[in-house]
């Protein structure tokens, strides 16, 4: 159980870091950030995934899934003006 919740913040930090240098966001974010930018876009990533009708079952697709859904999250943010 604390494996896997270890495991889901090192994923998140991953991916929050992955889209935060795609959307150029790297220099203003910290670790925190980072993992809570990748949690929450792994959330969007298969929510997105889902409605257009794909399956997310592996970690390379749980990967792919969070970086899309947190670069979604990221450019919400700057447009609402969050992020700069």
């Not at 930090?13 to 929450?40: C, E, H, R």
Request: aromatic share 6%; no cysteine; net charge positive.
């Amino acid at each position: 159980m604390i494996l896997a919740w270890i495991l889901a913040l090192l994923m998140g930090a991953l991916v929050g870091w992955l889209a935060s240098l795609v959307m150029g966001t790297d220099k203003q974010q910290g670790a925190v950030a980072n993992v809570v930018i990748g949690i929450v876009g792994g959330f969007i990533g298969r929510l997105v995934f889902g409605l257009i009708g794909l399956s997310v079952t592996s970690i390379i697709g749980s990967l792919v899934a969070g970086v899309v859904g947190a670069v979604i999250l990221i450019a919400v943010l700057k447009w609402l003006k969050v992020m700069k």
